[in-house]
């Protein structure tokens, strides 16, 4: 009888603490940092390399790639809570399922970043969204960024 009491608090104690799934997840190591982004067929990934600096690659995680044709370059929205909006252009090249290209940022347009409510990762060819979502976890991608890459 006990645990029918237990029980619900528990489960409410792991939704509560497990990650969501649409969170930035960060990853680094030596001299390299990425932040990560999945939801629905596509998968971005903002990385760097110490001496280098950022590149954004989009997946499709479908892996046909059909939706970057005729994508030159991208968009990438991102809004603070008090709405304003900083955009960040990227050129892209094709590359099998994914694109990428250099993100060309400077501290202002990071901070915007690490302290953003939310982004929208779109192409301005074909009008087509292909990420949209929240910024949790962008701070810690901002102090990775910065430790292992120097940015």
Same mark, same amino acid.
């Given at each position: 009888?006990?645990?029918?009491?237990?029980? +619900?608090?528990?489960?409410?104690?792991?939704?509560?603490? %497990?990650? %969501?799934? #649409?969170?930035? =997840?960060?990853?680094?190591?030596?001299?390299? @940092?990425? @932040?990560?982004?999945?939801?629905?067929?596509?998968?971005?990934?903002?990385?760097?390399? !110490?001496?280098?600096? $950022?590149?954004?690659?989009?997946?499709? $995680?479908?892996?046909?790639? !059909?939706?970057?044709?005729?994508?030159?370059?991208?968009?990438?929205?991102? =809004?603070?809570?008090?709405?304003?909006?900083?955009?960040? +252009?990227? &050129?892209?090249?094709?590359?099998?399922?994914?694109?990428?290209? @250099?993100?060309?940022?400077?501290?202002?347009? $990071?901070?915007?970043? !690490?302290? #953003?409510? %939310?982004?929208?990762?779109?192409?301005?060819? &074909?009008?087509?969204?292909?990420? %949209?979502?929240?910024? !949790?976890? &962008?701070? #810690? @991608?901002?102090?990775?960024? $910065?430790?292992?890459?120097?940015?």
């Amino acid at each position: 009888m006990k645990l029918f009491r237990i029980l +619900p608090s528990f489960i409410v104690l792991l939704l509560i603490a %497990s990650p %969501s799934f #649409a969170d930035w =997840k960060t990853v680094q190591s030596n001299g390299k @940092a990425r @932040a990560v982004y999945q939801s629905g067929n596509y998968e971005v990934w903002i990385h760097c390399r !110490r001496g280098q600096g $950022l590149e954004l690659w989009l997946r499709d $995680l479908t892996l046909s790639g !059909r939706d970057f044709q005729n994508v030159r370059s991208l968009m990438m929205w991102v =809004k603070l809570p008090d709405g304003r909006t900083d955009r960040w +252009p990227v &050129t892209v090249v094709q590359e099998g399922a994914g694109i990428s290209g @250099a993100l060309l940022v400077s501290d202002f347009n $990071l901070e915007f970043f !690490r302290n #953003a409510q %939310s982004f929208e990762l779109d192409s301005p060819q &074909t009008r087509q969204v292909f990420l %949209s979502g929240d910024m !949790r976890g &962008t701070g #810690a @991608a901002r102090l990775a960024f $910065l430790e292992q890459c120097g940015l």
